[in-house]
Nanobody, 125 residues
Framework: QLQLVESGGGLVQPGGSLRLSCAASGFTLDYYAIGWFRQAPGKEREGVSCISSSGLSTNYADSLKGRFTISRENAKNTVYLQMASLKPEDTAVYYC??????????????????WGQGTQVTVSS
């Protein structure tokens, strides 16, 4: 059974950092592009970042460039989202998703086939 599990969310003060993990089970992530998405209360889900299967290509939402960093460690079958200088508006449920494809990744949720259950990130003092 193909499964993605996010972890690393929690409560953090403004200006703080968190590292989210997306671990795969039942399949190897080597051939999959991974996207991170988030959904804040009352808002639509948005694409945060993505990384190609090779790890050579990444993409970020313009508003997050310089604060968020996506990376992957295929040996651990895991993709990470390092988040720094967090703001209250970063509060959301964060999801990872996988798509078996080579080449550039996408931040469009319709392009992804497998989804995790999400992890809550709350930025508050």
């Amino acid at each position: 059974q193909l499964q993605l599990v996010e972890s690393g969310g929690g409560l953090v003060q403004p200006g703080g950092s968190l590292r989210l993990s997306c671990a795969a089970s039942g399949f190897t992530l080597d051939y999959y592009a991974i996207g991170w998405f988030r959904q804040a209360p009352g808002k639509e889900r948005e694409g945060v970042s993505c990384i190609s299967s090779s790890g050579l290509s990444t993409n970020y939402a313009d508003s997050l460039k310089g604060r968020f960093t996506i990376s992957r460690e295929n040996a651990k079958n895991t993709v990470y989202l390092q988040m720094a200088s967090l703001k209250p508006e970063d509060t959301a449920v964060y999801y990872c998703a996988a798509r078996r494809i080579r080449g550039r990744c996408s931040r469009l949720e319709d392009d992804y086939d497998y989804w995790g259950q999400g992890t809550q990130v709350t930025v508050s003092s």
